[in-house]
Structure formats: structure tokens, C-alpha cells
């Protein structure tokens, strides 16, 4: 590879040359496009070494919409079921002084509790199962641990064990710990999977030329090395490969980050994926399957999801301590009944109360109703929310790092100067220009037609339109010639323009096109990716909060410096290569920041899986959405500020509500271990049951509470 500085600058030179020669209707082409290398896709270089990364893609069972459905199915079928055993419960008939009792009837309510216990609560227990095969138990374990010590004690109480059954409790439980996660399952909807949208990025066929150069449509998975393929305009390209035939501008912006589309010829690489703008063009096949760049990214992608660290979610955290508590708190209780001299009936009985009681009922619903509640503000503050987890933890960030192209800028060209001769102003010389370019669909083309729109300028007709090689674009506008002309032409014509001011503009990273009347040289338009009205906004926000704010993007050094200043941003790193940004984030974490990134292309999905919190632009594309914890579905980056305090106050409310869901523990648990025993107080099952239902309702109450005003 060239030494540092001489590939920066041919990358530099060959961008400029490229954007001058902006249509490739075979206008303005006079440069040696060979200058590049692309060195951007060497994909050879790609290091998949040490990804670590945060936790990606949630909790897996948050993950599909069948999921949805078979907990809400699970909770109905279980909460018609759980009415006959309240009926039947012994406990629930003296708690509101009747009796139902019948012969047997201990049998049937075996039975109907037996069918929710393996029904409702199977999702409990597996679940609980691979929480300790992690050896990370949470709510699940927790769950699991309660429901599985009332079923069995109960069960005993039927046939013969001394004691009362708990089955109406463990009823209840496992009713409202499916609503819980029905609740929390169906706000954080809408999680598919990030690999599968990088695999339709690739179209499926080819046109494959064979020895007489006939077309045969084929998979592209039959693609050969040194097959030949046809590209037509408006398609996506196949394989990476290199030009054989043909010219075309080609949009590479969602795989690489580059803001213009580039222009390719004869003998240059195309990337799998990339957008065929123009003329059909014949590629030969060079790289296939696990070779190719699209492929390289999915494989960063599956790494930086697979090694997902252990952060667990607030509800997650607390269940963990509790199951300690309650497998410790069960334990002791039974031991000192037993050593005070009680017979294993009435102390098992004890344990079984304490282990029941820990897993409150509340807790269930404690982070869920939170959760929806907080999912529903965010969706309508233009955030969605894919990962609970990260969102969570956005709290504590310090660094958010931005890509450029399409989110700080809108990826799309805008005149930012015009410079007009003497006896012309701005806007006539505007005009011309749009006038002519409003048969092109090219993105310059496109960006002074906009501004010329924007300026509510008439265009003026058009005739004899065309595109002469070597001369650019031109056409008969009011009996007048005008052209459209790329640096080249004007230089080679030896035609006197303001070269200082030329020269600072193609610095700052803009494309300098030229405008002539008659063969006159008017005046210059220079355009530039516009910067989003937001993005000064977002970044003035993060400051006042002392969040670092940090540029990160393929585009060149110039280009990305000129945004940066416009924007304030503190740190800019530029001309990063798309495999490497993943590698740029981790050495920011590597400071002990907490990093949050922020992006929209294919380009940037290992970085969003390997930050502390993956943000997507919703206009981005489908995988970087995949990919991400969260998806600013308005495109506004000024939704990364929202999505920081509402986290902080999400968390706040979380943290309210656990409170509320154990701190009944702290008073039942010493009671139902009957620690006020020897004065003749021991906390009855039933008056368990009436704390345990006031706590669900306090946590009901405080999470409809929860409001978020933007600042």
C-alpha cells in the first residue's frame, strides 16, 4: 500500500476529480480515473480480531412476535383457569368466610393448578434453566424457584403432607408474571434480525453473459471467479468485481460512507451492493461468497453480537439479589424452626411461606408497566426502542459518536456558494444552471435544481439538450449556449477564474462546477453535503450536559473538518476505512468512556453493535436499524439528547417502582419467617396475599405517573 500521507493525498485528488467530473453522460471526463485505488474495500485487510461487545439484541426472548402471542395465549388460558382454584382454595373461601368444600375436592384443584403450573409456568422454567446453565440467575430463576416450591409443596399437602396449599398463590404468580412479560415483550416489539437484513441487500440474481455474451439469468451463488456479469441501470451490483465494459456513477454510500456517488470506468472495483445510478456496465467477478465486503461486514456484525458482555437489565439485577435472599432467607428459616423444636411439617411450611413470599407479585409488573409506559413516550418523541438493556445504560453516557454522511449531514448535495462575474447576479446565474441540469439525474444535477426550487426561481425551457465528452453538459436556453463544466475543461481552455477562492472551496471538500453563456465563463457554483439544521442543536445540547461529542467517517479529511467547524464538534476522526470504525469505537471505550454511536449504513453496523449503545437513523438503512439498540425514527439527531434524559427518568421510575415491588419484602419476609412468633404473630398466608396485592396496585399507580415533557 502506498505510504500514509501519498494514499491520503491521491484519495483527496481523486475525490475532487471525481466530483468535478460529475455527469457521466460522458460529460467533463478527461481525468485518469486509475487514481483510484479504492483503497477504501482492500478487503483483504479486514480484522476480525477481539471484538467485546455490549450486549446486543436483547434478552432472546424478546425477540420474535410469535413469542408475543404465546405468552398473551399463556396468560388468557391460565387466567380462566385460575378462577375455579380460587374458588376451590380452602384459604380464599375463609378469607372471605364460606364453605364450598366438597369430597375430593383437593383432587381437582391438584389437577387445574398442575395444568397451569406445566402450562403457564413452563416458560418460567425453562427460562430459569438457562439463566443457571449462564450461572447469571434473574427473573426467570426467580420465578422459576417460587412457583416450583409452591407446586411441589402443594402438591405433597394433597397426598398427605400436613400443612396448607399454596396453589391459589402460585396461580396468581404465574398469571401476572405472564402479563408482565406479555406487557414488556409487546412495547419492545419490532426486532427482527440484523443478519438476515444485510443478506437482502444482495440481490439473488444475475445477468450472467456467457462466451457469445447472451444473458442467462442465474442465483448469484452460481457465480464463478472471472464470470461475467451485466449490470443495467438502476440495479444493484451483484458481486465485488471490477469493470470490464462500460461507465456508470455508482452509489456507495451506505456500504463505505463516501458522500458522492463515485464514478467508475474501465478497470475500477465495484462492491456487492452498491447502487448502479447510470450506464449498464459489465463487470468481471473477482470476489464471491465468504470473500466478498457485504460478507466481511455480516461476519463483524455476528461477532460483535455473538460476544455479548453480561450487562443485565435493572429488573434483571434485582431479581438476581432476591433469589439469593429468598433461597438463604428459606434456608434459615427452616433451620431455626427445627432447631427451636418444631416438627418438619410446620417448618417446611414456614420455608415454603418465605420462598413464595420473596418473589412478589409486584415485580412482575414493576419494570413492564415502566417499560410500556416509557415505550409508548419514546415512540412518540420519534424513538424506538430495540434493546432495554442499553437504553438503560444511556444514562451514564459520555461520548457519542457520530457518522457524517446522512447523519450530521443529510447526504445529499446543496449549493453552499455562487460566485458570479461582474455583470451577473446569484441568482440568473443559478437559474441557467438549474435550467439546464433539470433534464439530468445526477446529484449535482439535483442539488442545483433543488436550490433553484428552494430560491423559487422559474426554470427556463430547454432545448437540443445533450452531453459532450470533454465539455460536460449543454443545451439552448433562450437562444443562448449553455454548459455546465467540470475545473478541467475551464483549465484546458485557459479560461481566467478566481483560482484562490477556487481553491479554498475544493479544500473545505466542495465540488466546484462552472457555468458558461455563449462560451463565456459566468460564474462558479460550489456544492457540499448539507449539514443537518439538528446537528448544531445536538451537539450544543451534548455539551451542556458535558458529553463528548466525536465525528467519525469515511469521507476525507477536509470534508469532514469543514463539518466539523460548522458544528462545533470535538474530536474528528476522518478518512476511517468501514471495517475499521468498530476498532475506532473500541479504542474510545478503551478510555473508560461510555460510548454511544450514532449512524446509518452498512458501514457503520459493527460499530453500532460494538458500542455501549448502537443508534440508527430511521432514513438509514434497514441493517444499520437491525443493528442498533435504538432507531431515531425522525432522522433528527437531536432525538440523541431526548433519548438520554428520557433514559435517565425511565430509570428513575424503574428504580421507584422496585422499591415499591420489595420493600414489601423487607416487612413480610421477617414476618413470614415468623420472627414475632414468641408474642403469637406469624404473618398468615392471607395477609401475605392482601401486602402482596397493595404493592401491585402502588406500582400500577406510579408507573401510569410517568410523564416526559422535552426540555
Not at 402471542?69 to 396468560?75: A, E, G, I, L, V
Not at 477564474?497 to 455563449?518: A, H
Not at 470534508?559 to 470535538?570: F, G, K, P
Amino acid at each position: 500500500m502506498a505510504n500514509h500521507d501519498e494514499k491520503h493525498q491521491t484519495e483527496h485528488d481523486h475525490q475532487h476529480n471525481q466530483e468535478h467530473n460529475h455527469h457521466s453522460h460522458g460529460g467533463h471526463a478527461e481525468h485518469n480515473t486509475k487514481t483510484h485505488d479504492h483503497d477504501q474495500h482492500n478487503h483483504q485487510e479486514h480484522n476480525h480480531q477481539g471484538h467485546n461487545h455490549g450486549d446486543h439484541g436483547g434478552h432472546n426472548h424478546h425477540d420474535h412476535g410469535d413469542m408475543v402471542n404465546d405468552f398473551k395465549k399463556r396468560f388468557y388460558i391460565s387466567l380462566i383457569v385460575t378462577i375455579p382454584v380460587l374458588i376451590l382454595s380452602p384459604m380464599i373461601q375463609q378469607f372471605i368466610g364460606v364453605d364450598w368444600r366438597f369430597t375430593n375436592d383437593q383432587y381437582i384443584l391438584f389437577a387445574l393448578s398442575t395444568f397451569i403450573f406445566f402450562y403457564g409456568g413452563w416458560p418460567f422454567i425453562t427460562g430459569g434453566i438457562s439463566e443457571l446453565k449462564d450461572k447469571n440467575p434473574g427473573m426467570m430463576t426467580l420465578i422459576g424457584l417460587a412457583i416450583v416450591v409452591a407446586y411441589v409443596y402443594s402438591s405433597l399437602t394433597v397426598f398427605g403432607l400436613e400443612g396448607k396449599d399454596f396453589f391459589w398463590e402460585l396461580a396468581t404468580l404465574i398469571d401476572i408474571m405472564l402479563l408482565g412479560h406479555w406487557i414488556e415483550m409487546r412495547s419492545v416489539m419490532g426486532a427482527s434480525n440484523a443478519l438476515e437484513e444485510l443478506v437482502k441487500l444482495m440481490p439473488s440474481e444475475a445477468h450472467k453473459l456467457n462466451e457469445h455474451d447472451e444473458v442467462q439469468d442465474v442465483p448469484v451463488s452460481d457465480l464463478t471467479h472471472r464470470d461475467r456479469v451485466l449490470v443495467k441501470p438502476g440495479e444493484k451490483i451483484p458481486v465485488d468485481g471490477v469493470i470490464l465494459d462500460g461507465k456508470s456513477a455508482i452509489d456507495e454510500s451506505m456500504l463505505t460512507g463516501e458522500s458522492v456517488p463515485v464514478e467508475k470506468n474501465i478497470g475500477d472495483e465495484v462492491i456487492g451492493g452498491s447502487v448502479n445510478n447510470e450506464g449498464s456496465l459489465t463487470i468481471q467477478v473477482e470476489k464471491t461468497g465468504n470473500d466478498s465486503y457485504l460478507t466481511q461486514v455480516i461476519t463483524l456484525v455476528k461477532e460483535a453480537q455473538e460476544s455479548k458482555s453480561r450487562t443485565q437489565d435493572i429488573t434483571n439485577r434485582a431479581a438476581k439479589w432476591l433469589f439469593y435472599v429468598a433461597l438463604a432467607s428459606g434456608l434459615i428459616t427452616l433451620i431455626i424452626w427445627l432447631l427451636i423444636g418444631y416438627s418438619f411439617d410446620v417448618s417446611l411450611e414456614r420455608m415454603v411461606t418465605v420462598m413464595v413470599i420473596t418473589c412478589p407479585h409486584a415485580l412482575g409488573l414493576a419494570a413492564p408497566l415502566v417499560i410500556a409506559v416509557s415505550t409508548s413516550i419514546t415512540a412518540k418523541n420519534g424513538l424506538l426502542i430495540r434493546n432495554r438493556a442499553n437504553f438503560e445504560g444511556a444514562r451514564n453516557l459520555n461520548a457519542v459518536v457520530f457518522d457524517k454522511t446522512g447523519t450530521l449531514t443529510k447526504g445529499e448535495f446543496g449549493v453552499t456558494n455562487i460566485v458570479p462575474n461582474k455583470q451577473y447576479k446569484e441568482e440568473e446565474i443559478l437559474n441557467w444552471a438549474a435550467s439546464l441540469e433539470q433534464n439530468s439525474e445526477h446529484p449535482i444535477a439535483a442539488g442545483i435544481v433543488n436550490s433553484a426550487k428552494e430560491k423559487k426561481l422559474k426554470l427556463n425551457k430547454i432545448t437540443d439538450f445533450e452531453s459532450i465528452i470533454g465539455k460536460g453538459i449543454q443545451g439552448i436556453i433562450d437562444g443562448k449556449k449553455v454548459n455546465v463544466v467540470s475545473p478541467g475543461y475551464v483549465d484546458n481552455n485557459g479560461m481566467e477564474y478566481d483560482r484562490q477562492l477556487f481553491n479554498e472551496m475544493s479544500e473545505e471538500g466542495k465540488t466546484v462546477v462552472f457555468v458558461l453563456i455563449d462560451d463565456e465563463l459566468v460564474g462558479m457554483i460550489a456544492l457540499a453535503d448539507m449539514v443537518r439544521e439538528t446537528a448544531k442543536e445536538a451537539i450544543d445540547s451534548l455539551k451542556e450536559k458535558g458529553i463528548h461529542s466525536i465525528m467519525l467517517t469515511g469521507d476525507n479529511e477536509k470534508v469532514a473538518h469543514w463539518v466539523a467547524e460548522q458544528l462545533d464538534i470535538d474530536e474528528v476522526y476522518a478518512e476511517v476505512l468501514p471495517d475499521k470504525k468498530a476498532d475506532k469505537v473500541k479504542e474510545i471505550k478503551a478510555k473508560g468512556w461510555k460510548v454511544a454511536m450514532t449512524g446509518d449504513g452498512v458501514n457503520d453496523a459493527p460499530a453500532l453493535a460494538t458500542a455501549d449503545l448502537g443508534v440508527a437513523i430511521g432514513a438509514g438503512t434497514d441493517v444499520a436499524m437491525e443493528t442498533a439498540d435504538v432507531v431515531l425514527v425522525k432522522s433528527n439527531p437531536n432525538d440523541v439528547v431526548s433519548l438520554i434524559d428520557l433514559s435517565k427518568k425511565t430509570y428513575q421510575k424503574m428504580i421507584q417502582n422496585l422499591w415499591w415491588a420489595t420493600g414489601y419484602n423487607i416487612f413480610a419476609i421477617p414476618l413470614a419467617a415468623g420472627i414475632l412468633a414468641p408474642i403469637g404473630v406469624v404473618l398468615s398466608p392471607a395477609v401475605g396475599a392482601v401486602l402482596m396485592s397493595l404493592s401491585t396496585v402502588v406500582v400500577a399507580i406510579n408507573a401510569r405517573l410517568f410523564n416526559y415533557e422535552k426540555q
